[in-house]
């Protein structure tokens, strides 16, 4: 994997888990709350926002998000500017 693709995959990770931190918490009571440091992202997604972000990444203009794939990159970059 490039530097570039890691980097942005890292920037994913926090808006992935704050939106299954989100559905977590949605669905069962009694769940934790997330960190106080991911709050201010946590509170700023909702799932409107996450079911478009996932119907745009599997659309066909992402031609696949395999690794090495064209639209992997694509993909990343996607979420990273979200």
Same mark, same amino acid.
Not at 56 to 77: C, M, V
């Given at each position: 994997?490039? #530097?570039?693709? +890691?980097? +942005? ?6 808006? +992935? ?16 709350? #997330? #960190?106080?440091?991911? /709050? /201010? ?5 909702? /799932? ?21 794939? #064209?639209?992997?990159? /694509? ?8």
């Amino acid at each position: 994997m490039s #530097p570039s693709a +890691l980097r +942005l995959a890292r920037a994913c990770v926090p808006a +992935l888990v704050a939106s299954i931190s989100s559905f977590a918490s949605a669905q069962y009571p009694g769940s934790a709350a #997330p #960190p106080e440091e991911y /709050k /201010k992202g946590y509170d700023s997604i909702n /799932k409107d926002e996450c079911k478009s972000w996932i119907f745009t990444i599997a659309s066909k203009d992402f031609a696949g998000r395999g690794t090495g794939q #064209p639209g992997y990159q /694509k993909a990343a970059d996607f979420m990273a500017a979200r």
